[in-house]
């Protein structure tokens, strides 16, 4: 197959809404997405991701709002009009067909002929390391190699535009990781446009150049998943991305304080935005002796009592009850276990967080 770097499409939706009655499914939405771009739609259930990956396909109209591909305008196109290829969450594959046969389906429906269909389904095999595999039956694959099977499908086209609804989602834990990183490679090689929705945020962060947020059909917030992570714009976004504990705090004369004790932090709080909380990665907290480490100008220093500690393999999470009465999760990794491995559930700890992880978020949103 040859590349669509150099031919694949922006995508610009403007104000977009759509109504089911009096229920607004998509609340005017506008988001640019640049050619070639992996952008990930991510939310939970019921947040209006799949409605606007819909949209964007051609199977459902919006209310309001406009759509583009490039220049081109495609609210009024149906979904063949609009070239684009897609990826169902059930893969939607013709079990009387062969694997060949379903691949080339898309092709004779835009009446190319057989010796190039064959062409290209060989190309687009080898592509998703399935070569050999046309005269398969698909009852014959396994749940990943359907997987690979319905994105050869959508791409044989060479589409600009590649959308994709929770293609993983059918997979078991260990196989959908692989196709993560499987997907983001074939992406890579390509160089087509694709928007995928999820509601599983290590998939989002693993695959994606940027992140588009969804809570109840508004466009929550957008950002490279360093960024997301890093720096989320609410609460409901630190606490959808990753693991994270909220501690309250309070606004002082010099600053933000937890009870009585003035937060080092890594940046300023805008003061406008809403009721501040302190998030604290469990990864980002360190456990020591009570004392060990002293209050300075780049420390954060919480005394409390270790509620409990799990074993979970790769790392120990510890429930830690602070001293004012708000309780954290503290993840240590088990490189670490040497200094961990005495600890036990009713001992006294200090949790160390250094001013460069302290991130104030708004408690609204």
């Known amino acids: 197959m040859t590349s669509a770097a150099s031919t694949a499409l922006p995508v610009y939706i403007s104000s977009l809404t759509k109504d089911y009655g009096a229920f607004r499914a998509v609340d005017d939405v ?39 591909l490039g220049e081109q305008e495609v609210i009024h196109l149906p979904p063949h009009k609009r070239n684009i290829g897609m990826v169902f969450q059930n893969y939607a594959l013709f079990p009387h067909m ?59 086209f060479e589409p600009r535009i590649l959308l994709m609804d929770e293609p993983l989602s059918a997979l078991d834990k260990q196989l959908r990781e692989a196709m993560q990183i499987e997907i983001r490679r074939l992406h890579d090689r390509l160089g087509t446009t694709t928007i995928s929705v999820t509601h599983d945020q290590r998939e989002a962060l693993t695959m994606s150049d940027r992140i588009a947020v969804f809570s109840r059909g508004k466009l929550a917030q957008v950002a490279t998943p360093p960024e997301l992570y890093e720096r989320p714009a609410s609460r409901f976004i630190a606490d ?64 409390g009592l270790a509620k409990s500690v799990v074993f979970q393999g790769e ?22 276990r040497e200094a961990t491995k005495r600890l036990a559930a009713g001992d006294r700890v200090d949790l160390v967080l250094h001013q460069a992880d302290a991130r104030i978020v708004s408690a609204e949103g």
């Open 30 to 68: 506008s988001l640019d997405i640049a050619a070639g771009e992996f952008l990930t739609l991510l939310g939970p259930s019921g947040s209006g991701k799949t409605t606007l990956l819909m949209m964007l396909a051609g199977f459902a109209r919006p209310s309001a709002g406009s759509v583009r």
């Open 98 to 156: 062969t694997v060949g046969e379903n691949i080339a389906y898309p092709l004779k429906l835009r009446s190319i002929g057989k010796a190039e269909r064959e062409a290209r389904v060989h190309r687009v095999l080898d592509l998703v390391q399935l070569a050999g595999y046309q005269d398969r039956r698909i009852t014959e694959l396994s749940g990943g190699q359907r997987q690979r099977i319905a994105l050869a499908r959508a791409i044989v």
């Open 240 to 303: 959808f991305i990753g693991e994270s504990s909220f501690i309250p705090v309070k606004k002082t004369s010099s600053g933000l304080a937890y009870g009585d004790q003035p937060l080092r932090l890594a940046e300023a709080f805008d003061a406008a935005s809403g009721d501040p909380v302190l998030m604290l990665r469990p990864e980002r907290l360190d456990i020591v002796a009570p004392g060990e480490v002293a209050r300075d100008n780049c420390t954060n220093v919480f005394c």
């Open 315 to 336: 790392s120990l999470l510890v429930e830690v009850g602070l001293d004012q009465g708000d309780v954290v999760l503290v993840r240590q990794s088990n490189r670490t």
